[in-house]
């Protein structure tokens, strides 16, 4: 009895055909996965040193109010970039609640209805104020349907 998975004449086995090309297939998959993932952590990490850098100015500011050396043009600025770290750190808390993908977008929109932003200002570009605006992706880029 000849097996399925044989093709008779050519003495080539069907299923190690199909796996060896399921294989080839799933290691490209990785790889533009990898690729994109990679490319996207670049940007928060970007984005993250953005917010560092932005955090060590406003610890400067506090600092010199203290002493009565700041402008209140630069308390404003820095009490916002105080308000941006809170709202790092509640994104930081809603990524470790289940249904991540759901959960922050709901959060997001809920805010915004309420006239509340939780989005830091480094992040806020990501999604539009306006929800008739496309959604834009990490690079600035309209995203794709």
């Given amino acids: 009895m000849i097996s399925p998975w044989h093709t008779p004449g050519h003495g080539k086995n069907l299923f190690a055909q199909f796996v060896f090309k399921f294989v080839i297939w799933s290691g490209k998959q990785f790889t533009t996965a990898n690729d994109y993932i990679t490319r996207h952590l670049v940007k928060i990490k970007l984005i993250l040193a953005q917010e560092s850098e932005e ?3 406003m610890l400067e500011i506090y600092a010199r109010h203290s002493q009565g050396k700041a402008t209140p043009e630069e308390v404003k600025k820095a009490r916002r970039q105080f308000v941006d770290i809170v709202k790092t750190a509640s994104i930081g808390f809603y990524a470790l609640l ?43 880029e309209e995203k794709q349907s």
């Fill in 55 to 57: 955090t060590r100015k």
């Fill in 98 to 140: 289940p249904f991540t993908l759901l959960t922050i977008p709901v959060f997001v929109r809920l805010g915004r209805r309420f006239g509340i932003e939780i989005l830091p200002t480094s992040f806020s570009h990501l999604v539009p104020k306006d929800s008739k605006q496309p959604i834009k992706n990490i690079n600035g």
